[in-house]
């Protein structure tokens, strides 16, 4: 399975940014679909997840209620809109895909087989 991640780009505070990342050569259906971000210095951390059978989403507290995490079954892809975006967002992002179906670890780093290559997000203030 490859994942490619496209949509980062330099904003000011207060924009948007659509993510995408779509999946290629996936054999059987994936559980999760979710992004994680790594800023310079900090360890990679979880932003957001969606259940790709029943679109339950999950979001780490400091985006939520301004990401929304999307996906589109038919074409093997998954979206994060960032409305409202903040310097501190600045980052890496990564999508990554999970065969794991146990919610418990829909959080977790490890619980994700595939990852993109990252895109970058620039929040300028």
């Known amino acids: 399975v490859q994942l490619q991640a496209f949509g980062g780009g330099l904003v000011q505070a207060g924009g948007s940014l659509r993510l995408s990342c779509t999946a290629s050569?996936?054999?059987?259906?994936?559980?999760?679909g979710g992004w994680f971000r790594q800023a310079p210095g900090k360890e990679r951390e979880f932003v957001a997840a969606?259940?790709?059978?029943?679109?339950?989403?999950y979001y780490a507290d400091s985006v939520k209620g301004r990401f929304t995490i999307s996906r589109d079954n038919a074409k093997n892809t998954v979206y994060l809109q960032m409305n409202s975006l903040k310097p501190e967002d600045t980052a890496v992002y990564y999508c990554?895909?999970?065969?794991?179906?146990?919610?418990?670890?829909?959080?977790?780093?490890?619980?994700?087989?595939?990852w993109g290559q990252g895109t970058q997000v620039t929040v300028s203030s």
């Open positions: 990554a895909d999970s065969p794991n179906g146990i919610l418990s670890t829909v959080r977790l780093e490890g619980s994700y087989l595939y």
């Open positions: 050569g996936r054999t059987s259906r994936s559980n999760f």
């Open positions: 969606i259940r790709w059978s029943g679109g339950q989403t």
